[in-house]
């Protein structure tokens, strides 16, 4: 087992909670922590997070981007959002998601815009995908 934090900016999802793994979706691809997992720090993007207590109860969540950092006993997720399939609005992601599609088609789209509705749209279809699954 290890201990479990998981935090947003508005709220603590689970404070140092016996868990037995963990997954997210990291920079690279989903990791799956389990007691013992080798130290590392990763960017989280955004996707699905569950988790499994040492009392059997799991629990998913989407969370966007973030931080994992897994030391020895302890992992830490400090995300820009957690939020269960109850939690969130799916006809609203549905309209953003086909809005940025929108201005990613219009030509008026500077580099830094491009940017920013590349990551924008990342959220919007790891959140419909999350919330449809």
Known sequence: ??????VTPDRSVIQNAEAEDLVVTGFSGELNILPGHTPLMTLLRPGRLV??????KSNTYFVNWGY???QKDEVLVLAELAK??????KAK???RHQELTGQ??????SELDYERLMNELEEARAAQFFVEN
């Open 1 to 6: 087992m290890f201990k479990l934090t998981i």
């Open 51 to 56: 988790y499994r207590l040492s009392s059997g």
């Open 68 to 70: 994992c950092q897994v």
């Open 84 to 89: 269960t399939k109850e939690e969130l609005d």
């Open 93 to 95: 992601i549905q309209e």
């Open 104 to 109: 990613l088609q219009s030509q008026s789209v």
